[in-house]
């Protein structure tokens, strides 16, 4: 499965970006991470295969949302109210066990950076 992400970029603090992410091959449980500089990789955000199971890291509960769209084999990452924390490469990720553990996934988009300047 290849993986492409793309809509990073530069936004001030309470903006919005949405993260787009392809897949070569559909089927599979999609994740979102993110990397900050010298940080370990973290969750943010799990979908199930239907859309119809979610899951948030805390730090991004009601700010962020994913969806996915099974025809387009496209997942989504819906920012907003962005703070400079959330600064990092955010990566999507395809699997075929739900959760919020690296070991979840099996494989990795290239990354796309997101700074929030405050």
């Known amino acids: 499965v290849q993986l492409q992400a793309s809509g990073g970029g530069l936004v001030e603090t309470g903006g919005s970006l949405r993260l787009s992410c392809a897949a070569s091959?559909?089927?599979?449980?999609m994740g979102w991470f993110r990397q900050a500089p010298g940080k370990e990789r973290e969750f943010v955000a799990a979908?199930?295969?239907?859309?119809?199971?979610?899951s948030y890291a805390d730090s991004v509960k009601g700010r962020f949302t994913i969806s996915r769209d099974n025809a387009e084999n496209t997942v989504y990452l819906q920012m907003n109210s962005l703070k400079p924390e959330d600064t990092a490469v955010y990566y999507c990720?395809?699997?075929?066990?739900?959760?919020?553990?690296?070991?979840?996934?099996?494989?990795w988009g290239q990354g796309t950076q997101v700074t929030v300047s405050s």
């Open positions: 979908i199930s295969r239907s859309g119809g199971v979610i």
């Open positions: 990720a395809a699997g075929s066990s739900f959760g919020g553990r690296l070991s979840n996934y099996d494989y």
């Open positions: 091959r559909w089927n599979n449980i």
